[in-house]
């Protein structure tokens, strides 16, 4: 066995990282599955001789199309990154001090929002908030904005119900933060007890009941301006997905290195192109990485900071942070006990997945 733990015929590790490729449409790419070739991440025609590794051939669906192929070639999803990297011996890295970069921090503004680097942002949804309101909805994540493909709104109900509320065509995805109470949709009600996520398909309405008051943040993908309000319950309720509601499990975790994460609302109950996580942070800080797919992310405990290139913003729990594609970060937790984090992403469905 190596020290991956594989057997001898184990595929080399080419880089730690995924390779970043714009591909042109009709094109078909050889990937290099034996991480032996010069021309990484393709294949050079004659490295994988004898190796009892073939290149895999992938054909472009559309001109620009992005990709991140495998580096470590270690992956499940062949040619295609799925995180394992992070996994392997030596994959996972925090940034060291000597490298890390330490730009100002940003303070917030009277609104609760400390604007970074180009559309990054942290905002804590609390600050200014009405507390003596009975039902309050707050625009987090939306066009207007700086967001491209999904939208997110605070919720805070103290006792009843909300309005009807719908993202017309998108989908909605909900993280259920503190409280307990019901959803409706259509005509199923559901039982919904702080921390869960949940899930409303594109062309449903959905209403929270609070049994004691309820605070969720509320996702819609694609990104909607505003949710609207419908003067009465809408009957549809797409019965092929039946199951809405999803609840922490330990036993669902994957390891990420030190850290860990927890699929809650994905293509398991309907949703194709978005995709719900809950993850922890222990103590550190991780390496200046970007992904493919737009994030917001909750800080469910903890606190921390979130460093760009050129700016920095404090977080703590209850905070949003909205990264847009492609964009350089790194989230710190400055605390012992680690970071509790719930992230939307949108279009993809792993988070485990960075370049």
């Not at 992310?297 to 977080?315: F, P, Q, T, Y």
């Amino acid at each position: 066995m190596t020290e991956h733990g594989c057997s001898d015929r184990c595929p080399a590790i080419a880089s730690r990282k995924p390779y970043y490729r714009e591909l042109a449409a009709g094109r078909s790419y050889l990937w290099c599955a034996c991480g032996r070739s010069t021309r990484q991440p393709f294949c050079d025609g004659r490295s994988h001789e004898g190796t009892g590794f073939e290149p895999i051939r992938y054909t472009a669906l559309r001109d620009g199309e992005e990709v991140l192929f495998c580096g470590c070639k270690h992956s499940a999803t062949p040619p295609f990154c799925d995180g394992a990297h992070s996994n392997l011996a030596g994959g996972y890295r925090d940034e060291g001090e000597a490298q890390a970069p330490r730009p100002a921090i940003v303070e917030a503004d009277e609104a609760g929002v400390s604007r970074v680097d180009g559309r990054c942002f942290v905002v804590s949804p609390r600050v200014g908030a009405d507390r003596s309101a009975r039902y309050r909805l707050r625009t987090l994540v939306a066009p207007s904005l700086g967001a491209e493909h999904q939208s997110q709104f605070h919720l805070c109900l103290a006792h009843g119900g909300t309005p009807v509320l719908t993202a017309a065509d998108a989908d909605v995805i909900l993280w259920v933060m503190s409280g307990s109470g019901t959803m409706e949709i259509g005509d199923r009600r559901f039982a919904i007890t702080a921390p869960c996520g949940g899930y409303v398909r594109a062309g449903e309405a959905f209403r929270l009941n609070a049994a004691e008051p309820l605070e969720a943040y509320v996702s819609a993908c694609p990104a909607v301006e505003l949710l609207a309000e419908c003067a009465e319950m809408p009957p549809r309720f797409d019965a092929a997905w039946p199951d809405r509601i999803v609840a922490i499990d330990e036993e669902e975790r994957t390891a990420m290195g030190p850290r860990w994460f927890q699929m809650l609302v994905d293509k398991r109950i309907g949703s194709t192109t978005a995709a719900q996580f809950i993850g922890h942070i222990p103590q550190s800080r991780a390496e200046m990485h970007r992904h493919l797919y737009e994030e917001a992310l909750i800080i469910v405990s903890g606190e921390g900071i979130i460093w760009n290139e050129a700016s920095a913003a404090r977080v703590a729990a209850g905070d949003v942070i909205f990264f847009p594609r492609k964009h350089l970060h790194s989230l710190e937790c400055t605390v012992s006990q680690g970071m509790d984090v719930v992230g939307l992403i949108h279009p993809g469905d792993n988070p485990g997945v960075n370049y």
